[in-house]
C-alpha cells in the first residue's frame, strides 16, 4: 500500500495550488482518503477528507470555502484544490488512508501515510 502525494510549492497569497495523492496497492474500497498539514513543533491537523465509498468529503472549519477535495477513480488520485492561500496555510502536507470513527477523525487512525509535500505561501 502506498500513497504518493506532490504538487506543493511556493505560491503568492491569494494564490492557489493543486495537490495530488495517488494511491497504490488498496484491495478495499472503503477507506478515507485524507489530507492533514504539519508544521515545526505543532500537531498534524486534518485539513479534509473523502470517503472511498461515497465520495462524501468533510473540511476542517477554517478551509471551508478555500479548499475542494476530489477524487479520479480512473487514476487512483486525489485532489485537494487550494484557492486564496495564505500564510498561515505554510505547511507539510501529508495525505493519508484510514478509517475515522467520524468526519475527518484525528491523525491516529489513519494507518497509511505518504510523504510529505511542503507548501509555503509568501510573498
Known amino acids: 500500500v502506498q500513497l504518493q502525494a506532490s504538487g506543493g510549492g511556493l505560491v503568492q497569497p491569494g494564490g492557489s495550488l493543486r495537490l495530488s495523492c495517488v494511491e497504490s496497492?488498496?484491495?478495499?474500497?472503503?477507506?478515507?482518503i485524507a489530507w492533514f498539514r504539519q508544521v515545526p513543533g505543532k500537531e498534524r491537523e486534518g485539513v479534509s477528507c473523502i470517503r472511498e465509498s461515497d465520495g462524501s468529503t468533510y473540511y476542517a472549519d477554517s478551509m471551508k470555502g478555500r479548499f475542494t477535495i476530489s477524487r479520479d477513480n480512473a487514476k487512483n488520485t486525489v485532489y485537494l484544490i487550494m484557492n486564496n492561500l495564505k500564510p498561515e496555510d505554510t505547511a507539510t502536507y501529508y495525505c493519508a488512508a484510514g478509517l475515522p470513527k467520524d468526519g475527518l477523525g484525528v491523525a491516529y487512525e489513519y494507518e497509511y501515510w505518504g510523504q510529505g509535500t511542503l507548501v509555503t505561501v509568501s510573498s
Open positions: 496497492g488498496f484491495v478495499v474500497d472503503y477507506y478515507v
